[in-house]
């Protein structure tokens, strides 16, 4: 985050200031600063925003998302969504945007004077309205122009600025691959902040660096009310997402580890992994100068293999899904048969009395500074670890913090809709659907800067009455009508006038076994920002290049068994696993005169009629920070239960006797921790030796092995100049066979000359007879002699 960001969410009053490591749900709106810039992440996937831009997240899914642009640019470097059946949808004032794959897409949203521009880096892009129906593919700008009839003109996409900025931030690719799903939203920040390490008990473990010495899990920070969820952590360090919203977190030696537990490729998001010390657990020992702090509440971190309990749903397989990194398989079984059978019933005692190994770490504080989303680690006082290992435990927030205000929120329309108490549990027949907030049909105002809260305030109310998310949508070429309505800023082209069916949506219920009393939750204010920001006054965020601006977590748990999507949810892809629907979650109460919790419930407060008008909502008093000083042993008495002096010596005596008991316990586990760690280190150099020993034996193999290619080459040297000695051979034999033949030839042509020399001899010497001798034996000569 660049600059300056308002966030405006489901249920707020007013925008306030965003903040780095916000969880995003649907239906939340943001701003831009002008010369400010943001970037939201989510797993792998990102979303930037550049000066002078409002988006809202409509619908945040699994493999679904629908967001609307009602001024300025945003950048998306999608990597794993959307998937190959479903499509992203980005709505602009002049039409709808529909990405169908991964890639790199720029839209720009312009105005009646400016072109709305959408260009496609990567990945393919497919733009409807009035009358245009376009496909935009790789290395393509559409822009579009124009208000009741548009036109749209082709162009080459270039980068600008803005682009080389959103490249300059893209999440960086860690090589943990077999360690955490690169799914996981912020695992990418955690090699700049920490080291991974291999632990033979946890497997892949990362140790924070830099954290002072009493620093704990969840202590820096503050916390935050977001539907769906309920209360939701937000910490304050760069890096401070996935460790607090996924896995789970135990001490060795002297040293915090994170352990993200078994490997699976699409992580669920857990607004908080942690369980909660109730005030009568603790208040005898703590007590608050303010008598409006309200009562002590504590909480600590879950260890690897103790059961996190949602209160916020009791479907089976979100529970499975948010669990299986960290707790058995058989655990989990159990558990969720128990789920099944008892929809209604508390946490099993599987949950409820858990060893929870990290109770002596657990932070308290004042229980309007939890409500109040102040920050913690000021308020925080020191209770003895003696104390917090002997407290009760609650996996649900305790009822100082989980009752709802039964109060409607400041400025909410005057014809409020009837709200109704929380319904049953729906049926385990699957990952209920997502309550969606559809796209307002206007852009909500540009929020006013100079009245911003300065981090992001507490919604005062639950949401109301929900409309549900509507189908995702594949617009064939001209199905301009079935688009859903856009948000239009002024000076546009009206919405499209049709707009996609709506399924019913299925009734939930605030998970069963939460200390908070049912009660009415008031009606929400409108769904958009009443006004519009002044950035003049709000002080800008400069955060590092590798830490992400606002992250928005999966919503979603990943795909359930064969026998929890028999039914899929309305609004849900068949087959696809999709956000759990959650209760209709009260919103965070007003402590201001909340006096200290003692053993007991809590009387519910009395709720509002259905259709009650609406009203403001109280706010808590405001009050500057402190760190309010614990009681000391001798005065552990609240001062209400004064005692005489006796027994105040005896607890004190108790208290000293058991810090001495927990340190003589701290010792040994040191002591085992270090022999662990000496273990740890003689099996890491025997494997060090061993892997030596074997590349060391992989070397004289491959020396070997070069050794015999080497004789084999030279074998075939030989061989090859044997046959050509033997091919020389035969052809100076042949030669000689030619030169023997011509020889032959030669002489018996010579013989044959001679031979007719001779007869032509014999014929010469027959003729010169002939005329020497006369003839005789002819007629008339005288015979031959005999």
């Known amino acids: 985050m660049e600059g300056a960001l308002a966030f405006y969410g489901p249920g707020d009053n007013d925008w306030s200031a965003g903040q780095v490591n916000l969880p995003v749900a649907e239906g939340g709106w943001f701003a831009t600063a002008p010369q400010s810039r943001a970037q939201f992440q989510i797993g792998p996937d990102t979303v930037d925003l ?27 470097d999608l990597r ?37 521009r959408i260009t496609v880096f990567e990945g393919r892009a497919h733009f409807v309205g009035a009358g245009v129906d376009r496909t935009i593919r790789k290395g393509e700008q559409l822009a579009v122009s124009g208000s009741d009839t548009l036109t749209a003109e082709l162009h080459p996409a270039s980068p600008d600025a803005f682009d080389e900025w959103c490249r300059r931030h893209e999440p960086r690719q860690p090589r943990i691959a077999e360690r955490v799903s690169p799914a996981m939203t912020g695992v990418d920040d955690l090699a700049a902040y920490g080291a991974w390490n291999n632990v033979p008990q946890y497997g892949a473990v990362w140790f924070p660096q830099a954290v002072p010495a009493d620093w704990a899990p969840y202590r820096d920070g503050h916390w935050v009310w977001i539907e769906p969820w309920g209360w939701n952590w937000v910490d304050h360090e760069p890096w401070g997402f996935a460790p607090f919203h996924y896995g789970r977190w135990i001490r060795l030696g002297y040293r915090w580890a994170w352990v993200p537990g078994e490997y699976v490729p699409e992580p669920v998001y857990a607004p908080a992994l942690v369980a909660y010390i109730p005030p009568p657990a603790i208040e005898a020992v703590v007590s608050f100068d303010d008598p409006d702090a309200g009562p002590p509440i504590g909480w600590f971190p879950l260890a690897p293999g103790e059961v996190y309990w949602p209160t916020y749903t009791r479907d089976p397989g979100y529970f499975r899904n948010v669990n299986v990194t960290s707790v058995s398989v058989t655990k989990i079984t159990n558990i969720t048969a128990v789920i099944v059978n008892q929809p209604a019933a508390g946490p099993p005692p599987q949950v409820a009395q858990q060893a929870f190994a990290n109770r002596g770490a657990a932070t308290v504080v004042p229980a309007r500074t939890f409500i109040g989303s102040a920050p913690v680690a000021a308020a925080a006082v020191k209770v003895a670890p003696a104390v917090l290992q002997k407290a009760s435990v609650a996996v649900a927030p305790p009822s100082a913090i989980a009752a709802p205000v039964a109060a409607a929120a400041a400025k909410a329309p005057a014809a409020a809709p ?75 082209a009206p919405p499209l006038a049709a707009t996609a069916p709506v399924p019913p949506s299925a009734k939930t219920s605030e998970a069963p076994g939460s200390a908070a009393p049912a009660a009415v939750p008031p009606t929400a204010a409108g769904g958009k920002p ?55 979650t009260p919103g965070p109460p007003n402590v201001g005169h909340l006096a200290p919790e003692h053993a007991g419930p809590r009387a519910a407060p009395p709720a509002p009629g259905p259709g009650a008008a609406a009203g403001t909502a109280p706010q808590p008093p405001a009050v500057s920070p402190h760190r309010p000083t614990p009681q000391e042993p001798s005065a552990a008495v609240s001062h209400e239960k004064a005692a005489p002096e006796a027994s105040r010596a005896a607890e004190q005596r108790a208290i000293e006797d058991q810090a001495k008991q927990h340190a003589a316990q701290e010792a040994q586990q040191r002591a085992a921790a270090q022999a662990a760690q000496q273990h740890a280190a003689q099996e890491a150099q025997q494997r060090a030796t061993a892997q030596a020993a074997q590349q060391h034996a992989a070397q004289e193999a491959q020396q070997r092995a070069t050794a015999q290619a080497a004789q084999q080459h030279a074998a075939q040297e030989a061989q090859q100049r044997a046959a050509a000695q033997a091919a020389q051979q035969r052809a100076a034999q042949e030669a000689q066979q030619r030169a023997a033949a011509q020889a032959a030839q030669q002489h018996a042509a010579q013989e044959a000359q001679q031979r007719a020399a001779a007869q032509a001899v014999q014929q010469h010497g027959a003729k010169q007879a002939q005329h020497a001798e006369p003839a005789c034996g002819q007629p008339g000569l005288p015979a031959c002699p005999k």
Not at 52 to 58: P, R, V
Not at 455 to 475: D, F, G, L, Q
Not at 543 to 552: D, F, I, S, T
């Open 80 to 116: 794993q969504r959307p998937t190959h059946s479903e499509t992203d949808e980005v709505d602009v004032a002049r039409g709808g945007v529909w990405l169908d794959r991964p890639g790199i897409y720029d839209i720009d949203s312009g105005d009646a004077d400016r072109p709305t």
């Open 50 to 76: 550049d000066a002078s831009t409002q988006l809202n997240f409509a619908t945040l899914r699994n493999a679904f998302m629908q967001a609307a642009v009602t001024q300025g640019r945003i950048s998306l």
């Open 418 to 492: 009837k709200t109704n108490a929380p319904a049953a549990p729906a049926p385990a027949t699957g990952m209920p659907g997502a309550v969606a907030k559809a796209t307002p049909a206007n852009p909500p105002a540009a929020p006013v800067f100079s009245k911003l809260a300065p981090a992001p305030r507490v919604s005062e109310t639950a949401t109301a009455a929900k409309t549900p998310a509507p189908e995702p949508i594949h617009p064939p070429p001209g199905a301009q009508a079935n688009r859903p309505p856009i948000a239009q800023p002024e000076k546009s």
């Open 530 to 584: 009443p006004n519009a920001p002044d950035f003049s006054h709000l002080a800008p965020t400069k955060l590092p290049a590798k830490a992400p601006a606002v992250v928005a977590p999966p919503k979603h748990p990943s795909a359930p068994a064969a026998a929890d999507r028999e039914q899929p949810a309305p609004g849900n892809p068949v087959g696809r696993a999709a956000v759990p629907t959650p209760a209709t």
